[in-house]
């Protein structure tokens, strides 16, 4: 049987007290609520003192407090291992919005990767440009040459989520103009927009949002709500955001509301 918000919210200042540093996840597995709910629950204890939030969960309030765990990038790796029906669905779900004839961008990331197995999945497709800044989105491409053609846009290239960025990212990216932008993030929040991360992929994502006549953000559950260091674009820069079916429609109805689109990625019905 679940605590009542007030025993709950109890609990969890004497984890936090205790711990040093709570995470999101934690609470939620705990306690059987839904992360929604966990972070509801420690924006009231911050609201009343007894903690202080931080990125992924909160530590003690009161002066000299530090997070213990600062934020971290995982690496393409790790993210390629978190959350892989939900990416695979909205893949799918995004890689339908595509047309034979069309350019697109195919912005880095694992959830964009799924974008790109997805196309190659549709025999019906013929005589795409992609263009991409993800080494691994154009090594998953490549087979598919020269029913596609791939597009790599160049620049510096980042070990971790092997994307290439600035200086000379933009050298490609500054002569095109496309049909569509698929763009990963970090966080997709109501009022702060779509965020990264990392600055130097931020400031690359950006960029193909000017490039595209429309622009699509992939992401997972877990990344709304989220607010990260980069910011990508407000909200109203995307035309739609596909995301799965455990978004909480709370915040869908939010993202609605503040004018994007939003589409939910459905496994199929099984007879």
Known sequence: MQPDAANRRRRTADLVTERGFVRVAELSESFGVTPVTARADLDALERAGLVRRVHGGAVPSGAGAVDPRPEREPSFEEALAA????????????AALVRSGQSVI???????????????ARDDLDDLTIFTNGLSIALELEPEIPRFTVVVTGGTLRPRQHSLVHPL??????EIHVDLAVIGCNGVDPTMG????????????????????????VADASKLGEVH????????AFD??????????????????AGLDVLVARAPDRP
């Open 83 to 94: 959350s892989v029906v939900p990416k695979q669905l909205i893949g799918e779900r995004a």
């Open 106 to 120: 195919l912005d880095v990331g694992t959830t964009t990767l799924q974008v790109a197995r997805a196309l190659r």
């Open 169 to 174: 990212a933009g050298s490609v990216l500054d």
């Open 194 to 217: 779509v965020t990264n991360a990392n600055l130097p992929e931020a400031s690359v994502k950006a960029l193909m949002l000017q490039r595209a006549a429309r622009a699509v953000v």
């Open 229 to 236: 260091l980069g910011r990508i674009a407000p909200i109203d």
């Open 240 to 257: 739609a955001l596909v995301t799965d079916a455990a978004a909480p429609g709370i915040l869908i109805g939010e993202l609605r509301d």
